[in-house]
């Protein structure tokens, strides 16, 4: 049996469980309230008068980032609460029993868990958040500058989340490692936007706060990588307000040694979780 096999399994088991119509509902509720909502941005009425079309388009870059976090945040869930089951589960219902009593390696059955559960984490971001930009652009005629990239450091966020969320499954019960995952997800988040405003006051303490969450965990830098692929080039200036002032907006795009540093923090904790899982009794 190899990995892929093993891949081919997990994706299918886990499009079974009930948490993917959770994501559903969730994804689906989110892109019928924000079409709705973009759809009244232009014309709407505020104190500076009637909102114009680029007006509109500008709020809607910060709105985007907005939703894009909802966005992220429902993989975060989803993904933090599939990984548990697919592996602390089945190990601890001796469903793992029937896979590994074969002449196949944890470490292929381990491999194939993450490919499955990767591709179904990373297929997800891209279609929902595709799905999301389509809604802004078809309501406020609003693209963003860099798409692609965007989505593809979503993807890389929800691998970083998910690839922690075996490693915890390999030593907690499923439930606990999925809270645990989102609440360091959760967690970082916060200590990012805390860095944020402590670099806007000048503070080094506190601006270092959001600098070592995001190396100990890098889903908060990845996602403001993403805003700035999202957002208006241009947000920053003219909203008068800088990334320390707002925490949907980002100041610059990352630097390739942190997007290095995230692969290769993917790459240790697999291998964490690799030998967490040999050492496991089954």
């Known amino acids: 049996m190899t990995a892929l096999t093993v891949a081919g399994l997990t994706l299918r088991e ?23 909502g973009f759809s009244k941005l232009i014309g709407l009425d505020t104190e500076l008068g009637t909102m114009t079309s680029g007006e509109a388009r500008l709020v809607a870059s910060v709105l985007l980032n907005l939703i894009m976090f909802g966005m992220s945040l429902i993989a975060a869930i989803g993904t933090a609460f599939l990984a548990g089951p697919t592996l602390a589960g089945e190990v601890e219902s001796g469903q793992a029993l029937a896979i590994l009593a074969r002449p196949v390696r944890r470490s292929q059955v381990l491999l194939g868990k993450w490919l499955g559960l990767v591709t179904f984490g990373c297929g997800y971001v891209v279609v929902a958040g595709l799905a999301q ?17 965007g989505l593809a450091l979503l993807a890389a966020e929800t691998v970083v989340l998910l690839t922690l ?29 805390v860095g944020a405003i402590g670099g806007a006051l000048g503070n080094e303490g506190v601006e270092r706060v959001g600098t070592v969450s995001r190396i100990v965990l890098p889903t908060d830098g ?40 995230a692969a290769l923090w993917i ?16």
């Open 267 to 282: 790459a240790v904790i697999w291998g964490l979780t690799a030998l967490s899982f040999q050492r496991r009794d089954i």
């Open 165 to 193: 969320a075996l490693l915890l499954s390999s030593v907690i019960s499923p439930m606990a490692s999925g809270i645990v995952a989102v609440g360091l997800f959760g967690a970082t988040w916060i200590a990012g936007v």
């Open 14 to 36: 886990a499009s079974r469980r009930r948490v993917v119509w959770a994501l559903l509902v969730l994804t689906v509720a989110l892109l019928a309230l924000s079409a709705w």
């Open 222 to 261: 990845l996602w403001r990588g993403a805003m700035n692929a999202f957002q208006d080039p241009g947000a920053l200036l003219q909203m008068g307000t800088d990334e320390g002032g707002f925490p949907f907006l980002s100041e610059a795009p990352l630097a390739p040694a942190y997007l290095a540093w």
């Open 133 to 149: 930009i389509l809604v802004v652009r078809v309501t406020v005629g609003y693209w963003p500058p860099s798409p692609a990239v």
